[in-house]
């Protein structure tokens, strides 16, 4: 992944974007490239009623969240810029990228049937737009990186520093 100037990653509060989350930390680590977690936000029709301020701070709480679940808060040594956007999730990763040497690291969903009924997917939305590659990672992959430090009492990867 040489030349990759930034690593964006999408970040929802599924098990599937913890994985892209330690995945994105990796490439980012290696490449010394920008690390740009987005949380995208867009009030709903339920939502009418809750301030705007309200849920763009529940979005920006779902990155801090996702950071203390994985590595127990921000990791050290990468240029961190976490971007909350108040736009549909597959917009606001696009508009994120910002050239060719970019990398998108999205969490793989597990409900297609669900995504064709409702227009297609994210990472779908992204593939066909973003200009630059992307890479969908699995909550298997996560769940695999624990499994044998569970099983050992090993300290779990995602911990440490």
Same mark, same amino acid.
């Given at each position: 992944?040489?030349?990759?100037?930034?690593?964006?990653?999408?970040?929802?509060?599924?098990?599937?974007?913890?994985?892209?989350?330690?995945?994105?930390?990796?490439?980012?680590?290696?490449?010394?490239?920008?690390?740009?977690?987005?949380?995208?936000?867009?009030? @709903?029709?339920?939502? !009418?009623?809750?301030? /705007?301020?309200? $849920?763009?701070?529940?979005? *920006? %709480?779902? +990155? &801090?969240?996702?950071?203390?679940?994985?590595?127990?808060?921000?990791?050290?040594?990468?240029?961190?810029?976490?971007?909350?956007?108040?736009?549909?999730?597959?917009?606001?990763?696009? @508009?994120?990228?910002? !050239?060719?040497?970019? /990398?998108?690291? $999205?969490?793989?969903?597990? *409900? %297609?049937? +669900? &995504?064709?009924?409702?227009?297609?997917?994210?990472?779908?939305?992204?593939?066909?737009?973003?200009?630059?590659?992307?890479?969908?990672?699995?909550?298997?992959?996560?769940?695999?990186?624990?499994?044998?430090?569970?099983?050992?009492?090993?300290?779990?990867?995602?911990?440490?520093?």
């Amino acid at each position: 992944m040489t030349g990759t100037s930034r690593v964006i990653v999408g970040l929802s509060g599924s098990l599937s974007s913890l994985a892209a989350l330690y995945h994105a930390v990796g490439e980012a680590a290696r490449n010394e490239a920008v690390l740009v977690p987005v949380a995208a936000w867009a009030a @709903a029709d339920k939502d !009418g009623l809750r301030p /705007l301020s309200e $849920l763009e701070h529940a979005a *920006r %709480r779902r +990155l &801090d969240i996702a950071f203390e679940q994985a590595y127990g808060g921000y990791p050290a040594g990468l240029v961190i810029r976490p971007l909350v956007v108040n736009a549909e999730p597959g917009r606001a990763l696009v @508009a994120a990228v910002s !050239g060719p040497d970019d /990398l998108l690291v $999205l969490g793989a969903t597990t *409900r %297609r049937g +669900l &995504d064709r009924l409702r227009g297609g997917s994210v990472a779908r939305h992204c593939r066909q737009r973003a200009g630059c590659q992307v890479v969908e990672v699995s909550p298997s992959a996560l769940l695999t990186r624990l499994e044998l430090p569970a099983r050992t009492g090993a300290p779990l990867p995602l911990l440490a520093r």
